[in-house]
């Protein structure tokens, strides 16, 4: 069976994004409702763990269905947001097992919303972690728009099946307010819609000393050192005036330990609150020295606007 990635992403479509938030779930709008096709949906095995599915075969769901097999009890999940989740997928037409994550919780997947069928999005939305969720997602929100998937026996008009265990989710983006920067000799952030960062570093040196500012508040759980962190962030060279890391750039937040990373990155972390963007500017004495490590020079200031998602 091929991994999860592949089918996902075989749909080529944008796919409706998802967040969470701690406003109780009775007052989210979900995106799908219970019906006929997915109360008839059945799981059984633990939270977490690989379920035994069953349905009738010849279901054709004409709308997208949610239907909740477990409740959970965590954070609602809305729109615009990464999710770790672990999920099953059948076909409706045959009952088959066309795809599965592999519910392996030492080594989770973040979800980025484009590696989502727009089905199991709308039925993520509203859903509270820990939740196991049946879905029916019509043709339309499944692979009927790029003309159903002929490699895993999947046709154009097929409904597909998901059981989905949701274990928890991420903001996607830093989400706090923003703060003046009264630090001197920071490089200038602007942020693209879907929160990636862009740099203008001064022409000046740089400056010796590690300097470093808050550009939005979060107001979420604060980073402590040896917590795990989920961020999305850039680095930058400062001579150089040139991107050399960016996990926006490879479509999946980054997730650490802070003594894990360079000091300077560390120190950037360490204090900050969930939802909060920063930007560091980091000497060699607190990033990698005197020694070229890939892409950096030797003695070479870093830049980096982190956006900081989640802890553990």
Do not use: H
């Not at 980073?223 to 996990?247: C, M, P």
Request: charge should be negative; aromatic fraction near 4%; include cysteine.
């Amino acid at each position: 069976m091929r991994k999860a990635p592949i089918l996902l992403l075989s749909v080529g479509l944008a796919a409706i994004t998802l967040t969470a938030c701690s406003s109780p779930a009775e007052s989210c709008e979900p995106e799908a409702s219970s019906g006929r096709i997915s109360d008839v949906i059945t799981a059984s095995g633990d939270f977490g763990t690989a379920p035994t599915v069953d349905a009738p075969r010849g279901l054709n769901a004409s709308t997208t269905e949610r239907s909740t097999l477990i409740e959970g009890d965590g954070e609602v999940v809305l729109e615009n947001e990464l999710v770790v989740l672990d999920y099953t997928l059948l076909n409706g037409r045959t009952g088959e097992v066309v795809n599965q994550s592999a519910y392996d919780a030492e080594a989770p997947t973040i979800f980025a919303p484009a590696n989502l069928l727009p089905g199991m999005a709308k039925g993520l939305v509203c859903a509270t972690a820990g939740s196991r969720v049946a879905v029916a997602m019509s043709p339309e929100d499944a692979f009927g728009p790029s003309g159903g998937n002929p490699q895993f026996g999947i046709e154009e008009d097929d409904t597909i099946l998901a059981v989905m265990d949701v274990r928890r989710s991420y903001l996607a983006k830093a989400n706090g307010i923003p703060v003046p920067v009264t630090t001197p000799g920071l490089p200038s952030v602007v942020t693209a819609a879907d929160g990636t960062p862009g740099l203008t570093i001064p022409t000046n040196d740089p400056p010796a000393d590690l300097r470093k500012a808050t550009l939005l508040q979060g107001n979420g759980e604060t980073v402590e050192e040896g917590d795990l962190v989920t961020v999305q962030y850039t680095g930058a060279l400062w001579d150089e005036r040139t991107i050399f890391d960016s996990s926006w750039d490879r479509g999946t937040p980054a997730q650490f330990t802070t003594d894990q990373v360079v000091p300077g990155f560390a120190e950037a972390l360490v204090g900050a609150q969930v939802g909060s963007q920063v930007v560091v500017v980091i000497p060699p004495s607190e990033g990698y020295g005197d020694a070229e490590t890939g892409p950096v020079p030797a003695g070479s200031t870093l830049v980096f606007v982190v956006d900081i998602l989640g802890i553990g």
